[in-house]
């Protein structure tokens, strides 16, 4: 029998690669999108996916359209992917931000609960909920200690997952996801403004860098293999909570220096440190242990930094040389 699947924030960069995963595996997967004045679906065209999808008009914040996709895709899957998911945004709309990433939760849970108890959910948590980190390595077991609003927002996410498996045994996940990038990876995002940057300087196109703090250190690995990650927890007979992390943690420095190098250029010719892209609060270092996930899940991250880098510097290369 075909599986349906309900993804929210299926124009994201995870909800790309995710339908293109499901519908591979002969899913019927439907897509809650936000109303938006522009153009939102180009990662789904990207992905070669747009036509397959049916999709659903709806917000996060909008409890009775969250329950209407809900009963109208009927799913056996729920991914909430959708997020307000720029952490340094989530300073400037700290009420969106709790609002969509936070109570959003709840009310897709509840339709779930009310509407599809047999539904399997899974909530995307994020390694942001460790911020001030409370342990070297963090896993499943580590303290939360969030340090922004979305962190915040998250770390509520998360819990009302966990509250309603106890509570209504749902079969409900939280996958704590460490940060992941793709060629698909909003430009805001630290990586992503690097490759484009290094592309846009190689080719003529612009002449340096404004970044915040290169000392940050953070956990990269590839989205396409940690939506594989996604998946494999809804298959699962008992629902559960995963750490998803490569287990090796990379400075911005060092991301910029593989970045550059790979276009034959050196970053410290071009990166400018801006005091505007400071953040009230920093998350100095995220370093993951996926042990858990590759001992339950059979998960191993096939994709490491340089790999990933070189991937998006070619996409970006490409894409800025046809503009
Ligand atoms: P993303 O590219 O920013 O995508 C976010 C998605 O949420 C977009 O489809 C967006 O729609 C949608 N959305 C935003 N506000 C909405 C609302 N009010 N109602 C309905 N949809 C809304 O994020 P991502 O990188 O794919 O991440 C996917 C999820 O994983 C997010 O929840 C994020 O917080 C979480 N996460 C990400 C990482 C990472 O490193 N990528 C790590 C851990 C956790 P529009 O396209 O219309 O804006
Ligand atoms: O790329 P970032 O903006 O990602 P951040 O804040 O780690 O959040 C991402 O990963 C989380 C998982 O840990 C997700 F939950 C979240 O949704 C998002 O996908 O920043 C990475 C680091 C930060 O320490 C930041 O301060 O890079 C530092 N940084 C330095 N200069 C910069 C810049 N970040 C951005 N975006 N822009 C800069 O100019």
Redesign the pocket.
């Known amino acids: 029998m075909t599986k349906s699947a309900l993804i929210?924030?299926?124009?994201?960069?995870?909800?790309?690669y995710l339908a293109k995963l499901l519908l591979d595996k002969g899913y019927k997967v439907h897509g809650?999108?936000?109303r938006?004045s522009s153009d939102?679906r180009w990662?789904l065209r990207e992905m070669g996916v747009e036509a397959d999808i049916v999709y659903l008009d709806?917000?996060?914040?909008?409890a009775c359209s969250v329950q209407r996709a809900v009963i109208k895709s009927a799913p056996d899957e729920v991914y909430?992917?959708?997020?307000?998911?720029?952490v340094a945004a989530s300073w400037d709309q700290p009420v969106?931000t709790g609002?969509?990433?936070g109570l959003?939760v709840t009310h897709l849970l509840e339709a779930i609960r009310q509407f599809s108890p047999h539904t399997r959910f899974y909530q995307?948590?994020?390694?942001?909920m460790f911020g001030l980190i409370q342990a070297e390595q963090q896993d499943e077991n580590t303290p939360f200690y969030p340090r922004s609003p979305?962190g915040v927002a998250?770390l509520y996410g998360h819990w009302i997952t966990v509250n309603y498996r106890e509570s209504f045994n749902l079969h409900a996940s939280s996958?704590?996801?460490?940060?992941?990038?793709s060629p698909?990876?909003?430009i805001e995002?630290v990586t992503r403004k690097v490759t484009d940057a290094a592309a846009r300087i190689k080719q003529g196109k612009q002449q340096e860098l404004a970044l915040g703090n290169i000392d940050a250190k953070r956990d990269?690995g590839f989205?396409g293999d940690?939506v594989e990650a996604m998946w494999l927890m809804l298959q699962q007979d008992k629902p559960d909570d995963f750490v998803v992390a490569t287990g090796v943690t990379t400075t911005v420095r060092e991301m910029c220096r593989i970045a550059f190098d790979h276009v034959g250029l050196n970053y410290r010719d071009y990166v400018k440190i801006d005091p505007a892209f400071f953040r009230p609060a920093e998350v100095e270092v995220l370093l993951g242990n996926p042990a858990k996930a590759q001992r339950v899940l059979g998960w191993k991250p096939k994709t490491d930094l340089d790999t990933l880098i070189r991937m998006m510097m070619d996409a970006d290369m490409k894409r800025v040389a046809k503009e």
């Open positions: 929210t924030g299926i124009t994201g960069q995870d909800g790309a809650l999108v936000a938006r939102s990662r709806g917000d996060m914040a909008d909430n992917l959708a997020a307000q998911s720029f969106t609002i969509v990433d959003g995307a948590s994020t390694s942001e979305y998250k996958g704590i996801l460490f940060n992941h990038e698909l990876r909003g995002f990269w989205a940690y």
